[in-house]
């Protein structure tokens, strides 16, 4: 028999990892949602196509056999879910969100998010193909040529390091495998949505495979812009979509036990969406100027004057080696990445021309991992490892905000936008800031018997941060001298856990793991620094402490999970929008001392009858603030001595109509953000077999309870708040129920297929974002509305 060199993973070892380790070089296809590993797929035999093999503790193990909730899809079940984007995990996974805030998106794992706008990392992790991924905005992104997504939840400070507080995303793409197969498939969806994905892979000789994915799209978007004309009407296109992905891997077999994966990945997103700042409440007496009239008065409709955009570009370059030795697995990632990400919008979102502002930001980042997994001691699951990481951010043009000619008195006409030569530039601010990290780590699961296994392991992270900011401006209040700082970060993160099998495939477990996200600095300095010079300060790094018990069990019909955790969370990174007398605005990052977390949550597969699946999940959270958190909040006020006045605005809510207005809010024991306290979600797959092919029937079903959107601010204490709402946080969105279906029919030979599907089938409209200011009121662009369309797709597979 001829050897695949292209197919080797690991060797197989003595105990359980013998056992695992036999189960993955066996398996070639797993029933959805699974973890797909093609490259080992020509290995197989009869196998139970119920085992899931994951990767959350770096190593390839049974998803049952992992001490910790762990979601697993791979691209089929994404497909039959209709999921398409990063975004959509979170209608076929508990506890799971991707908010925004502006245009960065925030991913919240069981109530634990990042509420700060900016250039900042978020607090989930996400790695694609082991690259993790610094700017937010990278994550923005459809899923084609994804082969599997795991969602580790709870905090992974011990194996995955920096700023992953509340969990990871582990996003793998299609890779070599010993035999050629290929995709090819078109969309053309509601709102001009057109588009085009696909891949080939396969082996060149017997060591050298390669593979090549592309993906693009094309969308009018769903959000429209307001007429320029009448009031009501629309008028084109806010938020057009544009997406273009490139990946290319090339895997090559140097020895039998040396092998060496060279990959680069492009990609482009151009997504507006999230900074629609138009005004829906609370709108102040500044929009009865000429223009005011046509501003839109619900959601899905947005305005603005010289235009919104939110482009991200990104080329990426990595290299994997991997050597198996006698007594181990020797494993380096070492990653480029080069990001660039333009910004530019509408401040006040009207055809008023009042603001504008545009930046243009660049992040170079490299990184590089190194880890031993030991194979060779008895009853032992040993790695240890490093990680260094680099990056350097800076404006490649400053964030510059403009104030228009509205503002000054001069005359504009509504129906013709103002040229950005007839602003002014109110302020220019400058931002470079260098990161440098390091750290070590170990990890170890002894398998006391057969049936226990006790595991320990422990992380050192040290990270070094080197801001330099400057700010000019026509307003001396607005004005900031070149200021520099340096800051030192470290911490230790361990974890334990204890998994008992008290039946075939059967576990319970008890864990405990510590994450940690690093401080941050605000990329604009604050006032103070025009009277103190040391009061530039970054936000403390925040930690959480994690506390889990579990339960699993998988056969070839029942696989269900059951976990109830606590969390004790300290020092939460937040930040509020705050309004300078003159009228500037900046962001405030600072910390809210503590908030606790405790929840339950479950979830089952099951198959009553052959190719029939029903999936559920659900989630019950109680995430609260602790004592002490003050916030610069908005609250409302209709008292003239309190700069109010009743908005212009009308709605059945009054305190909608009032003005906004700055204030010290106490939220302790309130909601946190992105935590409802209840979600839960429903799937069904019946597939009816017509030769190698057939009709799949797939729906799915996602309810979340009332949650805060993005800014946890209350109505507050301003006059004409009625005392019962004065601590009820404003920025809400009430309960809803998604619903999402697919009919996939494919040809008898397996090749050809046809999907159609619709996505928010009851046309429910709910926000993607939710906040407010001072100098314009409260804007909250929408999430999607009701989507359908039709696929049509070629695939081929030598394996099968």
Known sequence: MK????????????????????????TTALTAPAFVTPALAQETSSVDKSVIIVTAQRRSEALEDVPMSVSVLNDEALKNAGVTSLRDIQNVTTGVQLGQGGAFPQPSVRG??????????????????????????TINIDLPNISSVQVLKGPQGTLYGRNATGGAILLETITPSDWWQGEASATYARFDDKRFSGYVAGPVSDRVGISLAGYLRRSDGYMKLASRTTPGETDGNAAPLKQDSIRAKLKLALTETFTATL???????????????????????????PGGELQPTKLGVAAYDIGTEVTTKQHEGSLTL?????????KSITGYTQNRARTSFDFDGSYIPLSWSTSRIQNRTFQQALDFTVTAIDRVDLIVGGTY????TKYIDPNQFYLGPAVFGVPYDPANPAGLDSYVKFFEADFAQTKEAWAVYADATFHATD????????????ETQDPWAVQTSISPTSTRPETREHAKFSKFTPRASIRYEIAPRTNVYASYSKGFRSGAFNAT????????????????????????????????????????????????????????????TFVDVTNAPKAKIKGIEGSVEFEPIENLTIRAGALYLHARYGSGFTFSGTGVSNSPAEGGGVGINSSSDPLKTYLNVSQVQDLSGLQMSRAPDFSANLGVDYFVPIGKGGVRYAANLKYTDSYVVTNPAVWGTGSGVPADRQRQQRYREGKYALYNASVTWTDPTDTYYVRVFGTNLSDHRYRL????????????????????????????????
């Not at 990609?267 to 999230?274: I, K, L, N, P």
Request: neutral net charge.
């Open 525 to 584: 300095l604050p006032a103070c620094i025009l009277t103190d010079p040391d009061c530039y300060q970054p936000a403390k790094q925040e930690t959480i402490d994690a506390y889990e018990i579990g339960f699993k069990t998988a056969g070839s019909m029942l696989r269900a999970e059951v976990a109830a955790f606590y969390y004790d969370y300290k020092n939460l990174q937040v930040s509020s929008t705050i309004t300078l007398p003159d009228g500037s």
């Open 112 to 137: 634990v998010t990042t509420v700060i706008n900016g250039t900042y990392e978020n607090n989930v992790a996400v790695y694609i193909d082991g690259i993790y991924q610094v700017n937010p905005q």
């Open 769 to 800: 974002h939710y906040n407010g200011t001072t100098s314009y009121g409260t804007y909250s662009p929408m999430a999607e509305p009701r989507t359908y369309g039709v696929t049509i797709g070629y695939k081929f597979d030598g394996g099968s």
């Open 451 to 462: 049936a226990l296994s006790l595991n320990v392991g422990g992380r050192y992270s040290e």
């Open 389 to 392: 990481f680099r990056d350097r």
């Open 322 to 330: 991997q050597l198996d030795t006698a007594i181990g697995v020797v």
């Open 263 to 289: 990959a680069y990945n492009y990609t482009r997103v151009s997504d507006g969406r999230g900074n629609m700042f138009t005004t829906f409440e609370n709108v102040p007496p500044t929009f009865l100027l």
């Open 3 to 26: 050897r695949k060199y292209l197919g080797q993973a690991f060797r197989p070892v003595s105990g359980a990892s013998r056992r695992v380790a036999a189960i993955v070089c066996a």
